[in-house]
């Protein structure tokens, strides 16, 4: 064991290579149901080169690795080892911005660059990314793109990777790997035995001077092998630096909120925004989410659920470079017509909250602490796709199996984003706890699993299969299973990224 933890410090250095029982601790449990595990080392990489010899180790010496991009707190159990020995390789460290391009709209980062950091250095370019909403503060700019949680601009969600474009990848047999327009790119020599990939900036600086972008994805050939590594949980590669398709800074920004008794009064209104694409965010909130969002803790939280209608769908219109506030305000009066048709109104301020406030908050990456612990420290989520017109169905399942539980209703968040264009929609419900409260712990826990099989079988898609999704998931299509399996054996054939995930064995 002392040979193998010597051989993992010459390629990290011995303060990158971190086993004091506090650290270990940290990494062995998050904000989920998965059992605690504790692992062998913290290894945290400074370079792609230093993070394929970890992975070439790895299968030397069959150790399990685990990647990890974002800072503490974790929350989805994907992070925490399930097998004995592992290795977390934390790439936090490797947060350089790499390049930004105004023009052609497209920013490469490493997986340790957070929300935090790359907003403020975007919009001196003009330019931002499509968020999700409120990421913690040490949230991976990667790690939210790669796991697919959604944007909160339906219009730019041209797929369900976006803002995804190429990455470099380093697979489970140690292999680097470039895909999309820099699918082989910057090969130095002609043989195998002595080829070596060219850093990136050297290749952008040469595709800037024929105007050239890092913006096709595709590729190698006809093969999408982003879509291989996106919401695997890093069983399939471990992304060293990843190109993202960026946003116009806009010059002029208005928010609306539209209150509604009834989540299908705006569902209707929504399937109308979403066809004629007049909007940038969208998203629909209960009571409880939206005081969670605004409140700074639980007295004020619960106050706030008193006041705030039932239902709130927010509302983002935004004009860039050409007459900017022109657009704007055509926007908001067509909108304002089918608002009407609707029986719905545009509504700058609604009992308890401002659309001011609500912008203010949805479009920067969470305070501390992180808004799903406010309310009573800890919180589950369940999150599942279905398309939009089936969300009351799927909201009323979970509020029955919730009273069945004797859990509160009007704690249950409920959180409604379209994606993919309108095509589908994901739906999140929060359940927040005591975590101090044992009793309270294990009626959620068991809420959790009775709510996620119900809404299995109605018919939720676990796209992002974490814990005991992944069986849900899995079990229902024996076919796809067995393709997974196959693809692991060829990029990952001795198991050592992150096994016991999805359908892997541990």
Not at 338 to 362: D, K, M, Y
Not at 432 to 438: A, C, I, K, Q, V
Request: proline share 7%; hydrophobic share 40%; net charge negative.
């Amino acid at each position: 064991m002392a040979e193998k933890k010597d051989e993992l410090i010459k390629i990290v250095g011995t303060e990158n290579a971190i086993d004091d029982p506090a650290t270990l601790d940290g990494y062995s449990k998050d904000h989920s149901f998965i059992p605690p595990m504790k692992p062998l080392m913290v290894a945290r990489p400074r370079n792609a080169d230093e993070v394929q010899a970890i992975v070439k180790w790895a299968n030397q010496t069959s150790t399990p690795l685990v990647p990890v991009s974002s800072g503490l707190p974790h929350f989805r159990g994907d992070s925490v080892p399930s097998r004995e020995g592992a290795v977390i390789v934390d790439l936090s460290g490797m947060n350089r911005i790499i390049m930004m391009d105004r023009r052609n709209r497209v920013t490469i980062v490493e997986p340790g660059v957070t929300f935090s950091q790359l907003q403020p250095e975007l919009a001196k370019e003009g330019l931002r990314l499509s968020m999700p909403i409120m990421p913690r503060a040490s949230k991976s700019v990667l790690g939210s793109v790669l796991e697919r949680e959604p944007i909160m601009n339906p219009r730019y969600a041209w797929s369900l990777n976006e803002p995804l474009r190429c990455i470099e990848t380093v697979m489970g047999n140690g292999e680097m790997f470039r895909t999309g327009e820099l699918a082989g790119a910057g090969v130095s020599t002609s043989t195998r035995e002595e080829a070596k990939l060219i850093p990136v900036e050297e290749i952008m600086e040469l595709r800037r001077k024929t105007q050239d972008t890092a913006l096709y994805q595709y590729g190698p050939g006809q093969f999408n092998f982003h879509k291989l590594v996106s919401a695997a949980q890093g069983t399939m590669g471990i992304v060293t630096w990843a190109s993202l398709r960026c946003e116009v800074l806009p010059k002029v920004q208005k928010f609306f909120l539209v209150p509604s008794e009834r989540l299908d009064t705006l569902i209707d209104f929504a399937y109308k925004l979403l066809r004629i694409r007049f909007h940038d965010e969208l998203m629909l909130l209960n009571s409880s989410t939206l005081a969670s969002i605004l409140g700074e803790g639980a007295e004020q939280i619960a106050g706030l659920k008193k006041e705030l209608p039932p239902w709130t769908l927010v509302l983002g219109l935004t004009g860039r470079d050409v007459l900017a506030e022109e657009r704007v305000a055509f926007l908001e009066k067509d909108i304002g017509d089918i608002a009407q048709q609707c029986n719905v109104r545009l509504e700058a301020a609604i009992p308890g909250a401002t659309a001011e406030q609500v912008a203010a908050a949805v479009l920067n990456p969470s305070k501390e602490p992180f808004w799903k612990l406010r309310n009573k420290g800890d919180c589950r989520d369940i999150f599942f796709l279905t398309t939009l017109n089936r969300a009351p169905e799927f909201t009323a399942t979970m509020n029955s199996v919730a009273e069945a539980s004797q859990y509160p209703l009007s704690d249950v968040g409920m959180y409604i984003q379209p994606t993919h264009l309108g095509t589908s929609c994901h739906v999140e419900f929060s359940l927040p706890f005591d975590p101090s409260d044992e009793k309270e712990a294990a009626m959620v826990q068991e809420l959790f699993t009775k709510a996620s099989e119900e809404l299995s079988t109605q018919g939720a898609f676990f796209s992002r299969p974490y814990g005991i999704w992944a069986d849900m998931a899995y079990s229902r299509n024996a076919q796809h299973t067995s393709l997974s399996r196959k693809l692991k054996g060829l990029f990952d054939p001795n198991n050592v990224l992150n096994p016991g995930k999805l359908c892997f064995q541990a």
